[in-house]
Every structure is written in structure tokens, then in C-alpha cells.
């Protein structure tokens, strides 16, 4: 699920194909496999760019085998999934996902080879919960892939996007290119995390992040899904929408023939305008607030509760060497920029009402943020309204901040409890 696995693999098959010894492996076998994905490669270079490089590698594979006149084996493409809007969020029907997976495209071009390809894919978490909890669920889900399995699409031959390679590979380029920026930006490092991983549920057997001897921090150190979660919880789903406007502001006239001219390119924009329509700057600047010293500065002068008042100040305090503000603003500002590229040409596919529709999906999402904001802020101001406690606990005062700047706040509510206990009022 490496960029370079991606952009490499199909060039590396054709190789390996040509060995006169590995095509007698597989012929005894009968099989040959690949296993690709959208989890790690969604947030190296983007989900946009990863579909459209995992496409290609399906197609190469096809034309080495053809070349090779290997067609006595079976191919099995194995899908770990995790694709779109996270694993099994994409924004459609079933049958559609299993088209983002397998395009109609590739799966005619391997029929036409008369390849006997065999597409899999897992469904794993919450999204196996989702489509198979119960029979019935079960019944329509497989019902679906069944469908899907026994429908030989065709390829339309007049589709922009494999008519008009150049561009095509301009827009996967450059879309790319934005995303490995943005994950080695300095301030995406700092938002994704100081806190933001401590939004989540704690879910599965494997932890957030990966376990390495080296020391590695920032997004290289989380997994894949959390990682992709994260953005979602602060309104900001970059592995899906970035760069798609800046390459669209190079050209925007030319994105937009391509879209209409496409249903591959449809298919593509249709998970970015999904992600654009929970993409929200104001609820990303929120939690950068939250953390800024100037913030709790003016809460401090506007309050009448001077204990309070009091609590705001020492937040100001410990907050003033703070990066996260700084680092998210920024972030914010970079998402900003790409957005409004990426809007225009939304505008000119979908018409004026469809920012208008997506600003009002956007409400209940707003009113959600607003609330876990305000339950933060007010967490923040409890803990910097603690009486002074011993240092026999082994902990001070720094330590219950930390927690708190951390969001860790069961960690925090367990300390408090062995410190402050109901029954022992001596203990503090």
C-alpha cells in the first residue's frame, strides 16, 4: 500500500512474469495473487490518486499476463478496502463501491484478455457490523456483490478520462503530489498529533499507533484508520478533498470537460464533493482556539466569576508556548486556498445549488463540534479550578494539564478520584 508499491508494481509484474520460473510456480499452482488497499496508500498520497494508481497496477497486470499468453491461472485481486471516506464509508450504493474497487474499465479488460480475474474484498470493524449484523443484512449485502459478480460491464470507449490520458495523469500527478506535501507538512504533524487521536473510540487489538524501534512521530506513526479518523473528527477530511483544487485552478475549464465527460471522473469527484461536504475551516479554527492563550486571556477579562476568571488565566498561562494553535491555523489557512479552487469548480459541475445543499448538511455537523467544544472548554476550566493537593500522589499540577491539553480525560477523572476520593476527604 506503498506509493511506490503502487506506481511500481505493475512495471514490477511484467518483469517477474516474463521468468520463465515464476510463471511455472503459479501455473502448478493455478493462481496468481495480489493483495493492494486504500488504508495506507489513502493517506500517503491520497485517496483520489491511490484509486486511480491501484486501477493502473490492476490494468498492467492484465496486459503482462496477456503479453505472456498466460491465461491458464486464475487472478485473484484482493481489496483490504478501507477505501473513500474511511473503511466502508463510501458515498454510494454497494454496487458503485465495488465499481470504486474494481472499475468497469479494468474488469472488461481483463474479460476481454478472457483472463479469469477474481476480485475480493473485506469487509472488517464496524463496516462487517453494517452489512452483516443480521441475515437479512447479509442476504441483500451478498445479494449485491452477487450482482455485481455476474454483470459483465463494457468499457465505454469514449470516457475522458482513458481518452484523455495526459490530462489524466496531470490531474493523478498533481493531486498526489499535494497530499505527500501535506503529510510532510510540519503543522499537519502538530494538528493530527497533539490530541486530536484521543477524539477516538478505542476499537480492535491494535493500537494507534504503530510500534517501531525507531522513534517515529507524527502520521507515519499512527495507523492508517485512526489515522484517516482523525481528520475526520476535526472537520477536515484532507486524504480525500486535497489538491484537487489546486489542480483544478491550473486548468479549471478542462477538470470541469472532464467530470461531465467522465463516469470514471464522476465517480472521483463524487467522493471528493462527499468529503467537501463534511469539510468545515470554522470547526478546524474552533479546536485551534481552544488551545490559543490569547483566547483564554479575553474569557478571563469578560468573566464576572472571578474564581473563574481566575481558572481562564492559568489557562493562559500554561497554554502560551503552545504549538497547536499556531500549527492548525496554518493547516487551516493551506486547506483554505485549496478549497476555494476546488468550490469554483464544483460550482460549474453541480450548479449554485450544490453548495448550497452541502452548507446545510453541514448544520447538524456544526451544532455536534459546537457541543464537544464547549464539554472541552469546560473540562479545561475544572481542572484549572482544582484546589492545591499533595505531591505524595506522585503527580503535580503540570501532569493533570497535560492530561487535560491531551483531551486524556478518563485518564484524568481516574487521577482526580485517587487524589480528591469521595469517602477519604484526607487523602488530597
Known sequence: ETPEAIERGGRFMERLLALKEY????????????????SDSGRFMGQAPANLGIERLQILLARALAHEEIRDVEVVIFNTHGESMGRGGYPGSLQERFDFLMTPWTRSRYARERLAA???CSFQGGDGFLHFETK???????????????????????????????????FYRGVKNWQELLFDNADYHVAIGAFASNLLFTTGSRKVQRQSGATTTGPRALRAIPHNAILQQLAAPANVFGGVGQVAGAEPERLVDHVRGSARMKEIAGIVRRARSVTSLAVIRGYATLFDATFW?????????????????ELAGRLNDQ?????????????????AKLDRALSEVDGADGAAGRNEKRREMHALHAIRQAMIMRAFVLAASLPS???????????VFELAFQLKFDE?????????PAVNTSAA
Open 136 to 170: 437479512s443484512l447479509a442476504r441483500s449485502t451478498i445479494a449485491s456483490l452477487l450482482r455485481w459478480s455476474f454483470h459483465q460491464p463494457t468499457a465505454d470507449l469514449g470516457d475522458r478520462y482513458y481518452s484523455d490520458i495526459n490530462y489524466s495523469w496531470d
Open 389 to 399: 493537593f499533595s505531591s505524595r500522589h506522585d503527580v503535580s499540577r503540570s501532569t
Open 323 to 339: 504549538k497547536v494553535p499556531t500549527a492548525m491555523h496554518r493547516l487551516a489557512n493551506l486547506f483554505a486556498a485549496d478549497l
Open 297 to 313: 486571556v479575553s474569557k478571563a477579562s469578560a468573566e464576572t466569576d472571578l474564581a473563574k476568571a481566575g481558572a481562564c488565566r
Open 23 to 38: 510463471v511455472e510456480y503459479i501455473r502448478a499452482r493455478g493462481r496468481l495473487a495480489i493483495q493492494i488497499g486504500f
Open 118 to 120: 477474481n476480485a475480493e
Open 412 to 420: 484524568l477523572a481516574d487521577l482526580l478520584d485517587e487524589i480528591f
